[in-house]
């Protein structure tokens, strides 16, 4: 099921993208042949709109688009060719495809907004919100919450001690609770992964350095719902998570490709295609609100590495353009060829080898 929900997420994200592509080039006069959902061998045609075929295609990886004229052999037959355009209206084709990505990343958060997705809730919120949850944000190690084997994340439902019981969603009962124990062992009801467990702790006293004498496990917890948005506030949170995710990624990508070029790049926070599909097939559990955000970190993360100037990405014929308009002539086929295979070559790699990750880190 996860594969399947990766596949339509990745169909999604690319359609996009190049969508992005195709009006660029219809609105700067090119002539496309056909826009395709999915790759070739061809299944069926959907339609013709003008000159350009939209088509489904048999391999469900994504999706292109075929603008007519790339090369210089066909400018000089076609004044539509996308190689007879002036440079800036090339640039623009191509940097559209990144553009309808981050488009589709604020639609996408600004709906999950609006929808409502899991998060920390504010004292004033209670009222408003569903979903209510007492969740363990935290758990210190070597305390008791830790040696009972709490984790964060778990959702506590209840706890009963030979006191009392206690049963609410604010922190404060909760750590009152613990606190009245006086050291009693304490059985903890929670949920994980959706099945029920239980624990039992016993509350010590000296872990909370403020106040050394109250009695505590050793667990951070916080008040979880969800709160839907009115349509303004989505799209004002919706513009400020974007921009922060956006340059929150760049940042990282950024990183990233200097330690690999320092060969100090750690992959143990880089997910490959195994990785992405486990992170959206857990967020599709939570609801469609937490999937539409892993979509939209995903289209973010596609935009911002089609940027990257590397031969075969957007980024790098982006660098193509951008030299031919300073040398004032078109860069030769073949090495423009030789070029691209190179950068083919290495981001096949990258791939192989994070993807070789995903697996170690599951099976070990």
Known sequence: ????????????????????????????????????????????????????????????????????????????????????????????????????????????????????????????????????????????????????????GDTIVSAVTPLGAWQAVDPQSFTGFISASKGSPIRISLLRNGGAV???ATPQQGLIETDPSRYALGVQVATVGVVPLSLTEALLQGA???????????????????????????LAQVSGPVGIAGAVGGASAQGLGSLLSIMAIISINLALINLIPIPALDGGRLLFVIIESVIRRPIKPSVAQAVNSIGFVFLLLLMLVVTAHDIFKLVG
Do not use: C
């Open 1 to 152: 099921m996860q594969v399947l929900i990766l596949v339509a997420v990745i169909v999604v994200l690319v359609v996009a993208h190049e969508f992005g592509h195709l009006i660029a080039a219809k609105l700067s006069g090119m002539r496309v042949d056909e826009f395709g959902i999915g790759y070739p061998p061809r299944a069926l045609t959907l339609g013709t709109v003008g000159e350009t075929a939209y088509t489904l295609n048999w391999i469900p990886f994504g999706g292109f688009v075929k603008i007519y004229g790339e090369d210089v052999a066909a400018a000089q037959k076609d004044a539509r060719a996308f190689a007879s355009q002036n440079r800036f209206k090339q640039a623009v084709v191509l940097v559209a495809g990144i553009t309808m990505n981050l488009v589709l990343a604020y639609v996408l958060i600004s709906v999950a907004l609006i929808m409502g997705t899991p998060r920390v809730l504010e004292p004033g919120e209670l009222p408003f919100a569903r979903g209510v949850q007492l969740v363990a944000a935290d758990v210190v190690p070597g305390s008791p919450a830790a040696g009972a084997g709490l984790v964060a």
């Open 198 to 200: 239980s624990v039992t």
């Open 240 to 266: 400020e998570l974007t921009w922060e995710a956006t340059r929150l990624t760049a940042i990282g990508l950024v990183q990233f490709f200097y330690s690999i070029f320092t060969f100090s790049a750690n």
